[in-house]
């Protein structure tokens, strides 16, 4: 069963930087895809990542998020720049579309002065 770890979040001022790692049990996912759960909200995609590097992006992190992976290491990243507090979430990887029971626990983002 696949499972996915993620690390790297953390407490940052508005307009500063992060990079989230997320490191997969398998090397088997044809998609990574980064998610984020703001309390009381629903999760949403993020960013997603193919094998061959097509990616997707949500709206409103276009410009200031990017999305890669390295295959070899069967881990992808999110580097996210100008952060902003909305994007102040609880941030998950898993592929896309997300295997149900794959869930892991996340990595806090927390965008504050």
């Known amino acids: 069963q696949v499972q996915f770890v993620e690390s790297g979040g953390g407490l940052v001022q508005p307009g500063g930087s992060l990079r989230l790692s997320c490191a997969s049990s398998s090397r088997f996912i044809f998609s990574m895809a980064w998610y984020r759960q703001a309390p009381g909200k629903q999760r949403e995609l993020v960013a997603a990542?193919?094998?061959?590097?097509?990616?997707f992006y949500l709206d409103s992190v276009k410009g200031r998020f990017t999305i890669s992976r390295d295959n070899a290491k069967n881990t992808a990243y999110l580097q996210m720049n100008t952060l902003k507090p909305e994007d102040t979430a609880v941030y998950l990887c898993?592929?896309?579309?997300?295997?149900?029971?794959?869930w892991g626990q996340g990595t806090q983002v927390t965008v504050s002065s």
């Open positions: 898993n592929g896309r579309p997300p295997t149900m029971n794959a």
């Open positions: 990542i193919s094998s061959g590097g097509s990616t």
